[in-house]
């Protein structure tokens, strides 16, 4: 397929004024409009025969929605990481995407969660895996990364935690789609059709088919302070088991961020960027290579993803405001905004 668009921009952003006492910040020196948010709703087997004219309208707005809400942070002067926060909780309430409400069934009929951030000026970052009530997932990713010493919490401790920080639950079936519950539905029919029975406990079952693996949604802002972060969040792969957990939750294969090079939200097959540490391996080409943010990040999914067997895409962002978004499916939900307001959308490879 053809190379994605690569969004380039810049802007003059003023360094924020420090204390007296302190050593003012260097900030690069930036011109034109830079995308100051990029964000994904996943990518996969996605072509104009299988969206009607209502659904890639609506897909589009909510897509215009989420960039909207994160760019609001960005002109305020908050930090990037609300933005990314705010972008992706617009697309965990939207039952188009894989997070939060309509994210996909595992094996035993429940909806579990997975979510991660990462902040490119400190190198912190917070995830959370296997939450079951628990209605915005990239907060508590972003409540772990502010509120405890650690990085990654599961289950039921990860709910006990969000409990205590205030954060919202709801019941899992606040989580459930009938459009969602049909592709569960789906794949346990073709396990029967292989094996005679649904596999829920033992035998590994039929390779997962593409659709099973995508929708993840993520985020990557550039603060009014020249500051990146990074964010993903995921119901994870339609009737996996046994505990699965993919790359969104884990910070370098889903999610990376820092502010030298680049920051990173992914989608796919979790497996391959666990394997490969995709997010990661984007910014470790531009910190020893020299290469820019797209000539890396097209690397990695093209020929790094690609020659593994992986499919999935990316979105990233450097600190100049340069965008990229490749993909190596046939389409991928995703969008840009610059400092100025203008956004665009995509969601088919030729766009």
Same mark, same amino acid.
């Given at each position: 397929?053809?190379?994605?668009?690569?969004?380039?921009?810049?802007?003059?952003?003023?360094?924020?004024?420090?204390?007296?006492?302190?050593?003012?910040?260097?900030?690069?020196?930036?011109?034109?409009?830079?995308?100051?948010?990029?964000?994904?709703?996943?990518?996969?087997?996605?072509?104009?025969?299988?969206?009607?004219?209502? *659904?890639?309208?609506?897909?589009?707005?909510?897509?215009?929605?989420?960039?909207?809400?994160?760019?609001?942070?960005?002109?305020?002067?908050?930090?990037?990481? *609300?933005?990314?926060?705010?972008?992706?909780?617009?697309?965990?309430?939207?039952?188009?995407?894989?997070?939060?409400?309509?994210?996909?069934?595992?094996? *035993?009929?429940?909806?579990?969660?997975?979510?991660?951030?990462?902040?490119?000026?400190?190198?912190?970052?917070?995830?959370?895996?296997?939450?079951?009530?628990?209605?915005?997932?990239?907060?508590?990713?972003?409540?772990?990364?502010?509120?405890?010493?650690?990085?990654?919490?599961?289950?039921?401790?990860?709910?006990?935690?969000?409990?205590?920080?205030?954060?919202?639950?709801?019941?899992?079936?606040?989580?459930?789609?009938?459009?969602?519950?049909?592709?569960?539905?789906?794949?346990?029919?073709?396990?029967?059709?292989?094996?005679?029975?649904?596999?829920?406990?033992?035998?590994?079952?039929?390779?997962?088919?593409?659709?099973?693996?995508?929708?993840?949604?993520?985020?990557?802002?550039?603060?009014?302070?020249?500051?990146?972060?990074?964010?993903?969040?995921?119901?994870?792969?339609?009737?996996?088991?046994?505990?699965?957990?993919? *790359?969104?939750?884990?910070?370098?294969?889903?999610?990376?961020?820092?502010?030298?090079?680049?920051?990173?939200?992914?989608?796919?097959?979790?497996?391959?960027?666990i394997r490969l540490g995709v997010a990661r391996d984007i910014a470790a080409r531009m910190a020893y290579l020299g290469e820019g943010v797209d000539e890396a990040a097209t690397h990695v999914i093209h020929d790094t993803l690609?020659?593994?067997?992986?499919?999935?895409?990316?979105?990233?962002?450097?600190?100049?405001?340069?965008?990229?978004?490749?993909?190596?499916?046939?389409?991928?939900?995703?969008?840009?905004?610059?400092?100025?307001?203008?956004?665009?959308?995509?969601?088919?490879?030729?766009?």
């Amino acid at each position: 397929m053809s190379t994605p668009l690569l969004l380039l921009g810049a802007a003059a952003l003023l360094a924020a004024a420090a204390p007296a006492a302190q050593t003012a910040e260097v900030l690069p020196a930036l011109d034109g409009d830079p995308v100051v948010l990029v964000v994904h709703g996943g990518a996969g087997t996605i072509t104009r025969a299988a969206l009607t004219d209502d *659904d890639e309208a609506a897909i589009r707005a909510v897509l215009e929605q989420a960039l909207r809400a994160g760019h609001a942070e960005v002109v305020a002067g908050r930090p990037a990481l *609300d933005a990314v926060t705010a972008a992706i909780g617009v697309l965990e309430d939207d039952p188009n995407f894989n997070a939060g409400r309509g994210g996909v069934f595992a094996a *035993d009929g429940t909806v579990r969660h997975d979510a991660s951030v990462m902040d490119g000026a400190t190198g912190l970052a917070g995830a959370s895996t296997g939450t079951m009530h628990v209605r915005h997932p990239i907060r508590l990713a972003r409540a772990v990364m502010d509120g405890s010493p650690h990085v990654l919490l599961s289950a039921e401790g990860a709910e006990e935690f969000a409990l205590q920080q205030g954060l919202e639950l709801v019941p899992n079936t606040f989580f459930h789609t009938e459009r969602r519950l049909g592709s569960l539905r789906a794949v346990q029919e073709r396990e029967r059709s292989a094996s005679g029975a649904v596999i829920t406990g033992g035998g590994a079952g039929p390779e997962p088919e593409a659709w099973q693996m995508h929708g993840t949604v993520g985020a990557v802002a550039l603060s009014s302070s020249g500051h990146l972060a990074a964010g993903t969040s995921t119901g994870g792969m339609t009737n996996k088991r046994w505990g699965r957990i993919g *790359d969104s939750p884990l910070i370098g294969a889903g999610t990376y961020a820092d502010d030298a090079t680049c920051g990173v939200s992914a989608t796919g097959h979790g497996e391959f960027f666990i394997r490969l540490g995709v997010a990661r391996d984007i910014a470790a080409r531009m910190a020893y290579l020299g290469e820019g943010v797209d000539e890396a990040a097209t690397h990695v999914i093209h020929d790094t993803l690609g020659g593994a067997g992986g499919t999935g895409g990316v979105v990233a962002l450097d600190a100049q405001g340069r965008a990229s978004m490749p993909f190596n499916t046939e389409g991928m939900y995703r969008g840009t905004i610059t400092r100025s307001g203008v956004v665009t959308t995509g969601i088919y490879g030729d766009e």
